[in-house]
């Protein structure tokens, strides 16, 4: 079964750090664009970080730039999302997202346009 699982979200006090993973399954995700992306109640979907097809470019929404980092693991067949000094404000549920084509991160996370989606997971920033 093809499908993408993700796992790591949780409440965490502001300042505070989170990893997220998202797990492939039923196909390999060398060579597939990557985006992770969150909701927050009320909100549109925002594009939060991007990895291209081949790897060579990434892309990073300003209200996160400097805090999240994405990374891909090919041999665990997994994503990650790095966040660190966590703020009220990156409260959402966080989807990953995968793609067979996807050379140019930015366009990613703008258009959304992947193939394949995970459930989601929930982060909670609260004291």
């Known amino acids: 079964q093809v499908q993408l699982v993700e796992s790591g979200g949780g409440l965490v006090q502001p300042g505070g750090s989170l990893r997220l993973s998202c797990a492939a399954s039923?196909?390999?995700?060398?060579?597939?664009?990557i985006g992770w992306f969150r909701q927050a109640p009320g909100k549109e979907r925002e594009g939060v970080s991007c990895?291209?097809?081949?790897?060579?470019?990434?892309f990073y929404a300003d209200s996160v730039k400097g805090r999240f980092t994405i990374s891909r693991d090919n041999a665990k067949n997994t994503v990650y999302l790095q966040m660190n000094s966590l703020k009220p404000e990156d409260t959402a549920v966080y989807y990953c997202?995968?793609?067979?084509?996807?050379?140019?991160?930015?366009?990613?996370?703008?258009?959304?346009?992947?193939?394949?989606w995970g459930q989601g997971t929930l982060v909670t920033v609260s004291s």
């Open positions: 997202a995968a793609d067979p084509v996807g050379d140019y991160a930015r366009r990613i996370c703008s258009s959304g346009l992947l193939e394949l």
């Open positions: 990895l291209s097809s081949s790897g060579d470019n990434t």
């Open positions: 039923g196909f390999a995700l060398d060579y597939h664009a």
